[in-house]
C-alpha cells in the first residue's frame, strides 16, 4: 500500500514538492514581469517610430543623400555637356536615334570645347590588335573616344586600364552587305553623338592598324575641309549595273555611288546619317538583296545631300592587288620592313583641294598573328 510508506521519506518527499513548486512561481513571475516590460517597451518603440523615428531617419539620411544629389548634373550645363558615364542603355534605336539628332542652333559653344575623334570599332568579337591600338592612344586620353559594337553575345575581357575597357554600346547581330550592318554603323554614330566632345566620327574594324601616330591622325582629320567618305561612280555592273530605275525619284541614277565602308564623317554628316530614320524606301526595296547595301547607301545618302561636304575617298587602305571578291588580309609573314616602308610609299591624293603624299590614315586587314611584328616595327616605321 502507498499509504504504508515511511513518514521520513514522506516529509521528504513534501518538502521537495514544496521547493519545486516556489521555483516555478518565481520563474512565472519573472516571466509576466519581463513580457510586461517587452509588451511596454514595443509600444513605446512604437508609438515613438510613429511620432519622431521616421522623421529622425529621414533628416539624419538627408547628409548621406545629399552628395549623390549634387553629383547627379541636374541643374547646371554639366548636365548637357558630359558624356553618359555608362555606355550602356535600354533605348531602342528609334529613341536613341531621335535623341542623337539634337543639333544646337546656337554655333558658337559656351564653354572650351576641345573636339575628339570618336573611334567606333565594327567587330564580331574580341579586338587581336588592341595592345598596338593602346600604344597608339596613349597620352592623348582629352582627345579621343572609343565605341565597340559586336555580336551581343560577345562579353570582352579587358582589364579597367584598357582604353577599350567598358567602351561596348547595346548591339545587334550585323550582316555583311546587309541593311543590318547599316543599322549597326548609325547605332555607332548615334550613340558617340550622345557626347558633345566627339566632333569627327571614325569607322574602324578589329583587322585595322593607325599607320601613322595620334598626333599626325589628329591633325590630318581635324584640318581637313571634307569628310572622308569614300564614293565613286562606277560604270560597271557591280557600280551602275546595281542600280535601278525603279529607285526614282528618290535616287537618280547620277548620284549612285559605290564606296569603301571605312569612312570618318564630322558630327554634321553624323547627324544627316542618323536622322534619315526610314531610309530611302525605294532604295531599300530595289537594292535588296544582291545589291550589297552597305557598300552603296551611305556613299549615295550624302551624294545627295551633302556633296560638297565629302572628299570621295577613304582615309583606310586596302589592298585588292591580288584580285578576288575580297581584299588581301596579311598574315606574320607579310609584316616585313619592306611591307612596312611600302604603308607611306608612292602615295599621291588631293588633300584639302591640294596634292598630299599623305592619303591614308589606317590600313586594313591583318590577322591576329601580325601583332607581334607590328609592335616591333610600328616605332621606327608608323611612328608610335
Ligand atoms: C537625273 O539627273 C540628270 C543630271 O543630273 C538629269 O539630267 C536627269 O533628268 C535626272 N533624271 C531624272 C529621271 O530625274
Ligand atoms: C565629291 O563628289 C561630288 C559629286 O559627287 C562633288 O560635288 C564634290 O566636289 C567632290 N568632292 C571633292 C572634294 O572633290
Ligand atoms: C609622329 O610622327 C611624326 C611624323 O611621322 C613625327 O614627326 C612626330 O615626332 C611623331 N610624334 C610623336 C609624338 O611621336
Not at 531602342?92 to 546656337?106: G, I, M, N, T, Y
Request: hydrophobic share 40%; net charge positive; aromatic share 14%.
Amino acid at each position: 500500500m502507498e499509504e504504508g510508506k515511511d513518514p521520513a521519506a514522506i516529509t521528504t518527499v513534501i518538502s521537495r514538492s514544496n521547493q519545486s513548486r516556489a521555483l516555478p512561481q518565481r520563474f512565472i513571475q519573472l516571466l509576466a514581469l519581463f513580457l510586461v516590460l517587452c509588451f511596454t517597451i514595443s509600444l513605446f518603440s512604437i508609438y515613438m517610430i510613429r511620432k519622431t523615428g521616421v522623421v529622425t531617419t529621414v533628416t539624419s539620411a538627408i547628409p548621406i543623400l545629399q552628395p549623390c544629389i549634387q553629383e547627379q548634373p541636374n541643374n547646371n550645363l554639366d548636365r548637357w555637356i558630359t558624356p553618359p558615364s555608362n555606355l550602356m542603355h535600354t533605348m531602342s534605336d528609334k529613341e536613341l536615334f531621335w535623341r542623337a539628332s539634337f543639333v544646337p542652333q546656337v554655333k558658337k559653344y559656351p564653354f572650351s570645347r576641345v573636339p575628339k575623334i570618336a573611334f567606333m570599332f565594327l567587330t564580331k568579337g574580341p579586338l587581336p590588335l588592341a595592345p598596338l591600338w593602346e600604344r597608339f592612344f596613349k597620352g592623348h586620353k582629352s582627345l579621343f573616344s572609343i565605341y565597340i559594337h559586336s555580336l551581343p553575345s560577345y562579353e570582352p575581357r579587358f582589364p579597367s586600364t584598357s582604353v577599350f575597357y567598358n567602351r561596348q554600346i547595346p548591339s545587334q547581330i550585323a550582316e555583311w552587305g546587309r541593311m543590318s550592318m547599316c543599322d549597326a554603323e548609325r547605332r555607332l554614330l548615334a550613340n558617340a553623338l550622345l557626347d558633345v566632345s566627339n566632333e569627327y566620327f571614325i569607322l574602324v574594324s578589329e583587322s585595322c592598324i593607325p599607320i601613322y601616330n595620334f598626333t599626325v591622325v589628329y591633325r590630318y582629320i581635324t584640318q581637313s575641309k571634307y569628310s572622308f567618305m569614300g564614293a565613286f561612280d562606277d560604270p560597271g555592273p557591280y557600280g551602275r549595273g546595281r542600280y535601278n530605275l525603279n529607285m526614282l525619284p528618290e535616287v537618280n541614277i547620277s548620284d549612285w555611288r559605290k564606296g569603301s565602308q571605312w569612312f570618318e564623317v564630322n558630327r554634321k554628316l553624323s547627324t544627316i546619317i542618323i536622322s534619315d530614320v526610314t531610309y530611302y524606301p525605294k532604295f531599300l526595296e530595289f537594292c535588296r538583296p544582291a545589291c550589297y547595301v552597305d557598300e552603296h547607301y551611305f556613299p549615295t545618302l550624302l551624294t545627295i545631300q551633302a556633296p560638297n561636304l565629302i572628299a570621295n575617298r577613304s582615309l583606310t587602305w586596302v589592298d585588292w592587288s591580288r584580285g578576288g571578291a575580297h581584299p588581301a588580309t596579311f598574315g606574320a609573314t607579310d609584316i616585313t620592313e619592306g611591307f612596312m616602308m611600302k604603308l607611306h610609299e608612292g602615295r599621291e591624293c588631293i588633300y584639302n583641294d591640294k596634292p598630299s603624299s599623305i592619303c591614308y590614315l589606317f590600313a586594313r586587314k591583318f590577322a591576329p598573328s601580325t601583332l607581334q611584328r607590328l609592335l616591333l616595327f610600328a616605332p621606327d616605321f608608323l611612328g608610335y
